[in-house]
């Protein structure tokens, strides 16, 4: 049941992504900003832990887990830490995938040639 419910939650971001290029003017860069303020804003409340509870990896693949994980970050230094944990959690959670994502782009630079 964990893998269907995987599926339906990241084709639902993914459709609503879709959606809301189809209809409106935003571009892509706006599409991925507005749905990582959302994951942020959801994880404030505790709503993106049920999601993640209930979808599992299907919650935690698209970018709305980025601001999730993001504010989870932030808030569980910022509980043990005060003020200064709140600047120092958020890449707690998210710096193997950005270096991840930094250093894969650099190795594929090298394999691929970029089109005119």
Excluded: R
Excluded at 50 to 67: C, D, E, Q, R
């Amino acid at each position: 049941m964990i893998y269907l419910n995987a599926f339906l939650f990241a084709g639902l971001v993914c459709m609503i992504g879709q959606i809301i290029l189809d209809n409106t003017k935003l571009t892509p860069g706006h599409v991925t900003t507005l749905f990582v303020v959302l994951g942020a804003f959801l994880d404030i409340f505790s709503i993106y832990d049920y999601f993640v509870k209930i979808a599992g990896g299907g919650a935690l693949v698209p970018i709305t887990s980025f601001g999730h994980l993001l504010i989870h970050g932030a808030l569980k230094k910022a509980s043990e830490l005060g003020f200064m944990g709140l600047a120092m959690g958020m890449f707690d959670l998210t710096a193997t995938g950005i270096v991840s994502a930094i250093i894969f782009s650099f190795f594929l630079s090298f394999l691929f040639q970029p089109k005119n």
